[in-house]
């Protein structure tokens, strides 16, 4: 037995059942294409499978080479600093440099967030992410160290990611990882 959905001011030529296994697959459609947009939000793990990474975070120590990755000692009682930025659009056939390429859509920002939240700020549209920076700019350029991380050995992980106006997720950085030793 066919179902049937009336719309107002909706006409159709198929039968219920093409309109039904249409309906079915366009519903199907939305759901996939909603999971992509979203994933799986709060979880570091989520965010390194996304094929829409048009913000590049990269690392470096003192003046030198900007990296993927970072190992760095740990000394306690010692302040290790070093560098992350992030760029809006980067083209991927260009050097990394912490310039801008094109300016950011209206009403966005760059929210810079770490994993474990360490020293950064809790925010309920982020769990398990604590911000550690933002900027308004295509660019978004921190000095760090062991301190805001919490001063632990271990991994800690940033991103950045694009929010509009309400807190909303538009987009994020890859994963970077900084493994103290």
């Known amino acids: 037995m066919a179902s049937k959905i009336a719309m107002p001011g909706l006409r159709s030529s198929m039968p219920p059942r093409a309109g039904t296994a249409t309906a079915a697959a366009l519903v199907a459609l939305a759901c996939v294409l909603a999971f992509a947009a979203c994933g ?86 982020s769990p398990g992410w604590g911000m550690i920076g933002s900027s308004e700019e295509a660019t978004l350029e921190a000095a760090l160290s062991n301190t805001v991380s919490g001063n632990r050995p271990g991994n800690v992980h940033y991103r950045v990611t694009l929010r509009d106006a309400s807190g909303r997720t538009l987009d994020h950085s890859n994963l970077f990882t900084v493994s103290w030793q």
């Open 40 to 125: 799986n939000k709060g979880t570091h793990h989520a965010i390194s499978s996304a094929a829409t990474d048009t913000i590049t975070l990269r690392a470096r120590v003192h003046r030198g080479p900007w990296q993927r990755t970072l190992s760095l000692k740990l000394v306690k009682t010692s302040l290790t600093q070093f560098s992350l930025c992030a760029v809006w659009k980067k083209p991927a056939s260009q050097r990394f440099t912490c310039r801008p390429n094109a300016p950011l859509p209206t009403n966005t920002t760059l929210r810079l967030e770490q994993s474990p939240v360490g020293h950064g700020l809790k925010l309920t549209d």
